[in-house]
């Protein structure tokens, strides 16, 4: 019986005192699968990662594309009879993941951006001038350009070792 | 009604729509409603990327946001869905979870601030329009009825969770509808038409072709129901709209934000619109 998984039931409970308190309430209907938009494209079965995460399947689990196919909608938390919080196992999940070092290279870049900006994405010369046309300064008064703001942006990461996590950069 | 709130502007929209930044100014000023910066936030940060990364640190820096605006003693005002989810969740969090804003304080504290909580609240522009505003004001300023068939997406964020925000029908919502039905248009029913636009999660930069494939599933609904336009209350849904498109033949149907639809109805200057930064055309 090669196939046969051993369950590992501490890595379940890591997940369930991560704040999935939910995740045993799931019995299996498969009303989140069918509810998935990302489901109908892809071979992402939200009843089954639920599955896996009960009986603690870390190594099939943290390593897998398909943990990454959900765009968190909630449309499955909120038709689940059992009031499992998908969403969230679905989002402490990935943080094990990433903990692991299961981090697409797109998805660094993203989280390399929010920390030394301030923003997931640049601002660029195009969209400089066209803020400054509109009559809206040319930086938006956000952490951009607030030299003091930015540094305190930082240090947030800098304690929650954010820096590090996302490979240092 | 609050005539006064901070102005939570996130990412895409002042960075790559900024006409949805400007119409958002403009058409609270016609309504009377004053909107402040908030000087010094930064990302939300994303609910679906960000959060999913490392949630300790998504809400060490929501909390960050929050404390900003607590400073102020205003509530803030969102016009994306995913700041709105973001900022909304994490107040949410913090409330039911005591020793979290322990943790998080100590984490400000080495920045000079402090999260209270229950002084202000995390408010999406669509649903202080409709609730705040009123439909009745709202028609008293359309200066331009627009009477178009638009199909409304609503997006994920806006209403759902439903157990925590609380707004609206999560699967059945009208405020959308009724909030372009008050400037003149139609708006048209559609299959699917609470479905995800597929930008959310990460999808869009970890898997743009599912994405994608998401998208024109919407897109062709829409299409079939014989929109003009597609209304959205979120850059993100915005800016996955108007870019996939033309990676789709056969397909071109504006995207404009709310905002943008009521700086038209209103009578604003089109210049204040920033509709060049959009990839299809809006021909009006």
């Known amino acids: ?169 | 009604m609050a005539d006064k709130y901070t102005f939570f502007l996130g990412c895409i929209a002042p960075l790559r729509y900024p006409g949805i930044e400007k119409a958002t100014r403009e058409v609270f000023k016609s309504l009377d409603v004053e909107l402040v910066d908030l000087e010094g936030a930064g990302c939300c940060p994303a609910p679906g990327v960000i959060r999913s990364f490392d949630q300790t640190t998504w809400l060490a820096l929501a909390a960050r946001n929050l404390a900003l605006a607590e400073k102020k003693g205003l509530d803030i005002l969102t016009i994306c869905n995913g700041c709105f989810g973001s900022l909304f969740d994490a107040a949410y969090i913090l409330h039911e979870h005591p020793e979290k804003v322990k943790g998080v304080n100590k984490i400000l504290k080495e920045v000079g601030l402090e999260y209270t909580g229950g002084k202000i609240k995390v408010r999406h522009f669509a649903h202080v329009l409709y609730k705040d505003v009123g439909i009745d004001k709202i028609k008293s300023k359309v200066m331009q009825p627009l009477d178009y068939k638009v199909a409304v997406h609503y997006g994920c964020h806006f209403a759902k969770p439903s157990k925590i925000k609380q707004l609206d029908d999560p699967e059945r919502p009208t405020i959308l509808d009724e909030l372009v039905e008050a400037v003149g248009a139609k708006s048209v029913n559609y299959r699917d038409k609470g479905m995800c636009c597929g930008a959310g999660g990460g999808l869009r930069t970890r898997a743009p072709d599912v994405a994608m494939k998401m998208t024109e599933e919407k897109l062709s609904n829409v299409k079939k129901a014989g929109a003009k336009f597609i209304i959205d209350v979120c850059p993100f849904c915005h800016l996955q709209y108007d870019r996939t498109q033309k990676d789709i033949p056969g397909y071109d149907i504006p995207v404009i934000h709310l905002s943008q639809l009521y700086g038209l109805a209103f009578g604003l200057p089109k210049e204040y619109l920033g509709l060049e930064a959009h990839v299809v055309p809006v021909k009006l």
């Open chain 1, 1 to 169: 019986m090669a196939n046969v998984k051993e369950p590992n039931p501490e890595f379940a409970d890591q997940v369930i005192k991560a704040g999935g308190k939910s995740l045993n309430l799931c019995y299996q209907c498969g009303t989140c699968t069918a509810s998935c938009p990302s489901g109908r494209q892809t071979a992402f079965r939200t009843r089954k990662l639920i599955r896996k995460a009960q009986l603690g399947l870390k190594e099939d689990i943290l390593p897998s594309d398909d943990l990454w196919m959900c765009t968190t909608c909630y449309t499955c938390v909120e038709r689940c009879p059992r009031m499992v919080d998908i969403t969230d196992i679905i989002i402490i999940l990935r943080n094990f993941a990433v903990k692991e070092g299961y981090m697409a290279d797109s998805h660094k870049k993203t989280a390399s951006n929010m920390m030394n900006t301030g923003h997931t994405i640049p601002l660029t010369d195009d969209y400089r001038n066209m803020r400054k046309k509109l009559g809206l300064s040319e930086q938006p008064p956000t952490v951009l350009g607030n030299p003091k703001a930015l540094e305190d942006w930082k240090k947030i990461m800098k304690i929650t070792g954010f820096d590090k996590l996302i490979g240092g950069k």
